[in-house]
């Protein structure tokens, strides 16, 4: 698939929660081929359920959801998840397994040799920065929390799959580890070229990391446009989340 | 005499009941996680039976030991001919023992498979693993401590309880301590507890070392944990074989008595006139408690009747 298709998309997709709470509605989006879409909200707006559609932990309630130009309910879930690398929040690493064993979980699924999931274990494990020889045999606990983050990227890098999930991926970690990762996160997307879909509620990260910004608020969204656009609209939630871009600017000059 | 005396000069006997002991424990706790574990598991994955089968094992264990052995033994129960419940000896003991040593295994792979972090639950499943794989992969690894401390309090329960279980012909260190009640010998009371003490110790202590080399992120080997289950579902199975093989034997009848003088004299009449009288062969059990189910029933017709049914006790 070249540059330009379409990876994902959402068709009047709605989910309503069995007590009649919708926690999304009408969502219609497009995800292009190798382009980061960054979906921004407040806690509770729809963020994580959209992600849970895409991989099928979840199923719409109603429209469609098309992976590939596939309808999710028409892909076999455990092959579909397979495709797609998970990254969330710091806990989501296995705390009983090594470094090179959780980066080799879903190889191991899928039935690689044991001195290829090796191989491929160390190499992402420079490709994030870490000594292959230091960090290979350590488990998780034994790692700060940005180490730790770098494993989660490395993990779903690992079976090479064409679109990757990153639900709030750098949100436990400090103000400047943050930053740091960030910019290592943005040169690596280059050198990889996959699809993302990377979920925040941090504006400064959506504009380092999105192609485009999907701004989500109570299920439904409010806009969709490259970071720029979002500075330039007059949607109330839009303007709340660019006036904390700029709090935080003129905070930082004024200290 | 002392304590070391008496031991020192029966020290073949000690082996014996101590091995016995040991024999009553390691089946019961065995079958117990044979039984328990899966059943914890199945309670994971069908929340809605987990309050009655917890209930249940909660009711079993309340019940008094020695009324559970009481109420066991005029059960007779068979599966494909072979008897699996009911009468005096190491099946009826065995089966009270399991009752007992459930709660705690069910309970516990219960809670640890439930206390796992659904987060890691829902990286495993968004990584493409199937439930099986989130079973065995992550579940279970993470929930193995806390399965093994529910094995730690099984075994410690089972092995106090069993000396209970000498009052119905099960052998063990039960034996010396109902025998220095019955003769009012504090030397032979302690000869029974002060080891049974010692194995319950022993017990908690190797179960509690092995408990911690499992907690995470330890570095044990993946591959050691299997051998060591595997190990312990053969070991299991084996002794499963062996208690039906042990307990299944037709054709024979056990005399049992009190341990008393005259009803050891009445049981080896009883016995002996059966060895005259019939074809059945005798099995001699005069060292019981006192708590056989008393139903009044003749010895002449005991006798007469070449077949009999199930355990029968006769009062004087």
New interface residues.
């Given amino acids: 698939m070249s540059n330009g298709d379409t990876a994902i998309e959402f068709h009047d997709v709605s989910f309503t929660l069995p007590d009649g709470k919708t926690l999304l509605a009408n969502l219609n989006l497009q995800v292009q081929q190798g382009e980061t879409l960054v979906l921004l909200g407040r806690s509770g707006s729809g963020k994580t359920t959209t992600m849970k559609l895409i ?1 099928r ?1 979840i199923d719409p309630t109603a429209g469609e959801v098309r992976v590939e130009q596939k309808p999710t309910v028409n892909w076999d ?6 495709r ?1 690398g ?1 990254v ?2 710091e ?6 397994l090594t470094v090179e064993e959780n980066i080799g ?2 190889p191991r ?1 899928e039935g690689w040799a044991p001195d290829r999931i090796r191989d491929r274990a160390r190499r992402l494990l420079s490709l994030v920065g870490l000594e292959a020889d230091r960090f290979a045999a350590r ?4 790692l700060s929390g940005g180490q730790r983050q770098r494993i989660g990227v490395a ?1 779903a890098l690992a079976a090479d799959p064409p679109i990757i ?1 990153l639900d709030e991926p750098f949100g436990a970690l400090d103000p400047i580890t943050r930053r740091e990762i960030q910019r290592e996160f943005k040169s690596l997307q280059r050198e990889l070229n996959k699809t993302m879909i990377f979920v925040t509620h941090d504006i400064a990260e959506a504009f380092v990391l999105g192609t485009r910004i999907a701004l989500l608020k109570d299920g439904q969204l409010v806009l969709l446009d490259v970071p720029a656009g979002l500075l330039r609209s007059t949607h109330p939630e839009a303007r709340a989340f660019a006036e904390s871009l700029y709090d935080a600017q003129s905070i930082g000059s004024s200290a | 005499m002392s304590l070391a005396e008496f031991l020192s000069r029966n020290v073949g006997e000690l082996v014996t009941l101590t091995l016995e002991h040991l024999f009553l424990v390691g089946v019961s706790t065995g079958i117990a996680i044979l039984i328990g574990v899966p059943l914890g598991i199945l309670l994971t994955r069908k929340p809605a039976l987990s309050k009655p089968v917890l209930g249940f094992a909660n009711i079993m264990q309340t019940a008094p030991s020695l009324a559970l052995f009481g109420f066991l033994i005029p059960l007779n129960i068979y599966l494909f001919h072979v008897k699996i419940l009911g009468g005096i000896g190491a099946r009826t003991a065995i089966v009270a023992l399991v009752l007992y040593a459930l709660l705690p295994i069910i309970r516990n792979t219960f809670t640890g498979i439930r206390s796992v972090d659904p987060a890691i639950r829902d990286a495993g499943r968004g990584m493409g693993m199937t439930d099986r794989q989130l079973l065995f992969q992550v579940e279970l690894p993470l929930a193995l401590g806390v399965i093994i401390a529910g094995v730690r309090v099984a075994t410690v329960i089972c092995v106090g309880t069993a000396t209970i279980a000498a009052a119905i012909d099960a052998g063990g260190l039960g034996r010396y301590i109902f025998r220095g009640l019955r003769a009012n010998d504090n030397v032979l009371i302690l000869a029974g507890a002060v080891p049974a003490a010692l194995i319950a110790i022993a017990a908690d202590l190797a179960l509690g070392y092995f408990e911690r080399t499992v907690q995470l992120g330890r570095r044990t080997r993946v591959s050691a944990k299997k051998i060591i289950i595997a190990g312990l579902a053969v070991l299991s199975a084996a002794m499963v074989i062996v208690y039906f093989v042990v307990g299944g034997s037709s054709g024979r009848i056990a005399v049992g008595s009190k341990d008393f003088t005259e009803q050891v004299i009445v049981g080896e009449i009883l016995a002996q006139t059966i060895e005259n009288k019939t074809r059945l062969q005798v099995t001699r059990r005069f060292d019981l408690g006192g708590i056989l189910p008393t139903k009044p029933w003749s010895p002449e017709r005991l006798i007469r009747t070449s077949n009999i049914p199930g355990p029968r006790s006769w009062q004087y």
């Avoid at chain 1, 806990?91 to 009983?96: A, D, E, Q």
């Avoid at chain 1, 488990?139 to 034994?142: A, G, L, T, V, Y």
């Fill in positions: 991989n932990l879930p455990i092959r579909l998840r397979r797609i998970y969330i929040q806990i989501g690493l296995f705390p009983h979980v879903v699924l488990f998780p606990r034994e993990r999930l």
